[in-house]
């Protein structure tokens, strides 16, 4: 109800605007109905999958370990995305042109910036617990999870310092690709903005994919060790996590590199290398992880495959088997 709250309000602020009768009798160009409708279904199905997912964690203390709580914080953060993000670009593609004012894309480039780094660094966050839980021995006790709600708020911290700078004259947020979502300025070469770039770059995505290639490569590593010596049902259980965990790394790449590329290539390449209509499909891939990313993290998790849905649309009843 509240994600068609906030579509229905979109189109309700879209028909009060003063549009030209030129304008209105332009049909919409095929590539923003495309990128309207991929909006579309991103923002409903990530909205529904992350939803569900905290009302099954809500709903589960048998769910609710401390390793849980950092996929618990990956949902939170796409489902803000889900929220106070996707519903404005999807009302700007369907109208061809953004639709909030300079303000309100200022504000949309800071707050998908910040969410989507919170969960950038929660997935690096979430890889090396596993590779710290598998290397050695980690109880579920009040230390364990004091530590994962440490970690949690050092998420946040992190992403919120590196999403601020460019609201005090770091960088800047302003219009991407052909207008209709807003993000860090890419195009601007000065220096200011270049060294800001480079910084988001190394620390917000190169370090997190680095920290999540080691830690499950190691994972990868460990588990063909253990599935050589091992027969039956464990060794099946060892290729159901070998084959999670390569799922997880090509998403992550398929998802998020080819935006981190763009950008360098729209800062440091040649001046409109970059075309506004290609430089759309990043920005969609990336915001796809909204949805992926409770599918593979969380759905595919033994322990919540063990719930039973009774109800549909998050009123359910769950029968947790040992």
Known sequence: HLLCWLYGLCFWFVGTLDI????????????????????????????????????????????????????????????????????????ASTQGRWLIGPAGCVWYGFA?????????????????????????????DATNYKKIWMGVLVTWLYSLFWSLPPLFGWSSYGPEGPGTTCSVNWHSRDANNVSYIICLFIFCLVIPFFIIV?????????????SGVTKGMAQTREHRVL???????????????????????????????????????????????????????????????????????????FHISE
């Open 20 to 91: 030209s009768e030129e304008s209105r009798s332009e049909e919409l160009p095929t590539g923003h109905l495309i990128t309207a409708i991929c909006l579309g279904v991103i923002g409903i199905l990530g909205f529904l999958n992350n939803l569900l997912v905290l009302i099954l964690f809500c709903r589960n203390k048998v769910l609710r370990s401390p390793i849980n709580l950092l996929l618990m914080n990956i949902s939170v953060s796409d489902l803000m995305v889900c929220i106070v993000g996707t519903p404005f670009s999807f009302a």
């Open 112 to 140: 998908n910036t910040f969410f989507g780094t919170v969960s950038l660094i929660s997935l690096a966050v979430l890889s090396y617990e596993r590779y710290c839980t598998m290397m050695g021995t980690t109880e579920a």
């Open 214 to 226: 080691y830690c499950y490569g190691k994972l990868l590593c460990a588990i063909k060790q253990v």
């Open 243 to 317: 084959i999670m965990v390569i799922v997880m790394v090509i998403c992550f790449l398929l998802c998020w590199l080819p935006y981190g590329i763009v950008a360098l290539i729209a800062t440091f390449g040649k001046p409109g290398l970059v075309t506004p209509s290609a430089s759309i499909i990043p920005s969609i891939l990336a915001k796809s992880s909204t949805v992926y990313n409770p599918v593979i993290y969380i759905f595919l998790n033994k322990q919540v495959n063990k719930c039973e849905f009774h109800h549909t649309l998050g009123i359910a009843e």
